[in-house]
């Protein structure tokens, strides 16, 4: 009698992670109109809306903090120099 309770408990916890599982990936799909496309073409929607600053600013701290940049081939020795 245990036994039949123990496979219908690890029944119901595997359907509980099959649904969970297609739950979790069927909520990202979502279809855009094309309307909406303009929206999300936007610059502020994008991961980096100044990739110009972004890549200033990052050339700078490398050769403040005399670390290695990891985006470009400048270090410096912590003076501002390169």
Known sequence: MLLFFKKQQD?????LIILLFIG????????????QR??????IMAN???PLQSSFR???????EAAGAT???ATGGGCGCN
């Open 58 to 64: 990052q050339h700078n701290y490398s050769s403040r």
């Open 11 to 15: 029944m119901k916890v595997k359907i």
């Open 24 to 35: 979790f990936f069927l909520t990202g799909c979502a279809e855009v109109k094309p309307w």
């Open 48 to 50: 980096d809306p100044s």
């Open 71 to 73: 985006s470009s081939g």
């Open 38 to 43: 303009g929206n999300l073409a936007k610059s």
